[in-house]
């Protein structure tokens, strides 16, 4: 059973920063799709950052702020510079098709996700 816990998740102004862990068990992160989605009520889940083996993609929106990286089957979204839109729940993913993008459709496992809230 793949199981993903997200963590560090709180409230920052804007123009501070974060950083999220998704503890992964069940499944080794390193050669699986990984990526991180936001979700806010009353929108489509969105994917903001995806890896696998090396190859990182980025939402246009999070692009130069966000960085994801990932070790000891953790994986990580170091979250620079934010603003209020970036607030919402966090949800890391793990995928073991052969697409592997910022769509959900790439992502089998997910975890609960956790809060992040951005004042002005």
């Known amino acids: 059973q793949v199981l993903l816990v997200e963590s560090g998740g709180g409230s920052v102004q804007a123009g501070g920063s974060l950083r999220l862990s998704c503890e992964v068990s069940g499944d080794r992160i390193a050669t699986a799709c990984m990526g991180w989605f936001r979700q806010v009520p009353g929108k489509e889940r969105e994917g903001i950052a995806r890896t696998r083996a090396g190859w990182i993609t980025y939402a246009g929106s999070v692009k130069g702020r966000f960085a994801i990286s990932n070790a000891k089957n953790t994986l990580y979204l170091e979250m620079t510079k934010l603003k209020p839109d970036d607030s919402g729940t966090y949800i890391c993913?793990?995928?073991?098709?052969?697409?592997?993008?910022?769509?959900?459709?790439?992502?089998?496992?997910w975890g609960q996700g956790t809060q992040v809230t951005v004042s002005s």
């Open positions: 993913a793990l995928g073991r098709g052969g697409v592997c993008g910022l769509s959900s459709d790439s992502y089998q496992n």
